[in-house]
């Protein structure tokens, strides 16, 4: 496997995706992290960074133990930090070095470069350059304003380069991590969603033996492929718990459970909507609504567990951006999502191991194991729901009855998405409930009824977002839909935000 050494750059997990996707395994670990063994890997990577090397804060890793040692690849920071540390020199470019360049220069021969012609697009994205290269180092690559754009040391599998092969807008980005990590490095191509199957269960039976385990199904992908793997891992001993909050989309409930049934799933439904609403009572704030959904959840799911005799372990969704260690202790993915109930993990009073068999896969991966497991694709497609459900784009305090119109809406949208074979270009869509009254006229008759909000949005990973330019036909017939088949709203109304500044929820 590969080892991937965080120096804090945005582009840190996209390099671990395309090596992941040379079916290579790899690694995030902070440059400065204790974590790893470096006898397990096979090469190694330097991830770029918002630091300058010329500043005290700079990360100051110690490569004594990699550099001549394993295959060494340093982008961006990580070629600039190698060139600053053995006797190049680094200063502030006078010249724009972002965005798109091409390669001017390529050394004929580079096994590195191996299929990546001259005139090949590059992507870049640094403030400092490297003005002169270290003296064992051998100039491999330049662009027109970059001429230090890549090196390798001499009598080294050392390697720097200033830009990004990880990104799209590198053309031949793959090809050069592939000629690095598999020609050069000789690193095995082994890490397949066929692959993955067979070790995990093989690795889950070793470590679950015939102990029984709990795991709460959401309807979503993550924590359907983690039961998929488990059942197969452990059959029947694995008890899945599927909650109704009341808050999910019409009919899922039903559709959901009923699918995972046929999937030869070990799996209770149980219906606390009644429970959920009646506690929700009057609650308006969204993080109130937030609190009160998770704890109600962690409730009942307890309760649920406890009627499982001598259940021993707690099974979890949770996928490997959820657990990366960040550079700094307070940013990142890390820090933030543990205010999510669906990943805080284990409540106080059930005192049971954790076993999380997707921790080490992206999401796009988790997809790719469960088409493996042969699950269902239109399952494995779809949109991310959000834990809390309905309950937070019911703008206010939430009734059975809004439930209901909200419901009735959302079907109605994402329905016709399915039909006019939308559902697909988009990530995430549904409908909002406003707080608000507004006045119609439907045949004679004055109205004064609720106004709902569609969002639709595309985006990776829910970060950055933008909304969809839905064909203005289908948002006309969506409209005259709901407005005609859902009585007590008289108004649509489509979100034009992006996040940022907007949030894809509307709470
Ligand atoms: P925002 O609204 O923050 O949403 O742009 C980003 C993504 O997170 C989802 N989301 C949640 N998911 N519990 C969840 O499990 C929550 O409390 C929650 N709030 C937002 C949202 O649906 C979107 O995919």
New binding site residues.
Partial sequence: KVLILDFGSQYTQLIARRVRELNIFCEIFPFNSKNFELTNYKAVILSGSPSSVRTEEAPKPDLSKIKGKLPLLGVCFGAQYMAHNYGGKVAASNTREYGRANLSFVKSNESFFEGVNEGSQVWMSHSDTIVDLPENAELIASTHDVKNAAFKLTNETTFGIQFHPEVYHSKDGLKILSNFLVNIAKVKQDWTPDSFVESTVQKLKEQLGNDKVVLGLSGGVDSTVAATLLSKAIGDNLYCIFVNNGLLRKNEFENVLSQYKGMGLNVKGVDASARFLKELAEEADPEGK?KI??RVFIEVFDDEAHLIEDVKWLAQGTIYPDVIESVSATGGPSATIK?????GGLPDFMKLKIVEPLKMLFKDEVRRVGASLGIDSELLGR??????GLA?RILGDITAEKVRILQEVDAIFINGLKEWGLYNDV??A?AILLPVNSVGVMGDERTYEKVVALRAVE?TD??T?DWVNLPYEFLQKTSNQIINGVKGVNRVVYDISS?PP??????
Wanted: hydrophobic letters at 35%; proline letters at 10%; zero cysteines.
């Fill in positions: 937030r959904i998770g205010s999510h109930h669906n990943v949109h991310p729901f959000p834990g809390p937070i990530w995430q549904g985006s829910g970060m977002a996040k907007a949030t894809i929820e509307w709470e």
